[in-house]
């Protein structure tokens, strides 16, 4: 397996809100995770970060954890609490009110690969060259098209 991570502010915004890395627990599985700070918010790269920190500290303390049942149930609880630490953290300061962060992640054990993604932004295997959605993303847009509502349509209603 081949992993990387690399980020890009892209043409429109002045700064990057992207955050990530590729990060081992005690047994040698490696966690990748994504974290892409909500753009137009505030502190998006603040989220970001203290997602992909809170996160992987937490994968890189795990010493005990073989079974995919036991690693799907610590993913859940463990991006739950770094969400509530997230919120908890933005109650605190003004300036960090309405932060946020959309998080892709997964844990690579034995032969098993666990996804999880919070958000609009996807998981996608590379195989053969060839890309592979595995995760639906969490947006507006997105359950309109699982609908099968007709965009064009929609929009003509809205803006009329």
């Not at 795990?62 to 859940?76: G, H, N, P, T, Y």
Request: some cysteine; glycine content about 8%.
């Amino acid at each position: 397996m081949h992993a990387e991570f690399r980020t890009d502010r892209g043409r429109i915004r002045n700064h990057n809100e992207d955050n990530g890395g590729i990060f081992e627990n005690q047994l040698g599985n490696p966690l990748v995770i994504v974290a892409d700070g909500m753009g137009g918010h505030r502190a998006g790269d603040v989220a970001s970060e203290m997602a992909v920190r809170l996160l992987s500290e937490m994968w890189q303390n795990v010493a005990d954890m073989k079974s995919a049942v036991e690693i799907d149930l610590w993913f859940r609880e463990a991006i739950q609490d770094v969400n509530q630490k997230i919120v908890a953290y933005a109650k605190e300061d003004p300036t960090l009110q309405g932060m946020g962060t959309t998080l892709v992640a997964a844990i690579f054990s034995n032969s098993q690969i666990i996804v999880a993604n919070v958000g609009d932004s996807r998981g996608y295997l590379m195989k053969n060259g060839m890309l592979e959605q595995l995760t639906e993303d969490h947006s507006l847009v997105n359950e309109l098209l699982r609908k099968g509502e007709n965009f064009k349509k929609r929009c003509r209603k809205s803006s009329a």
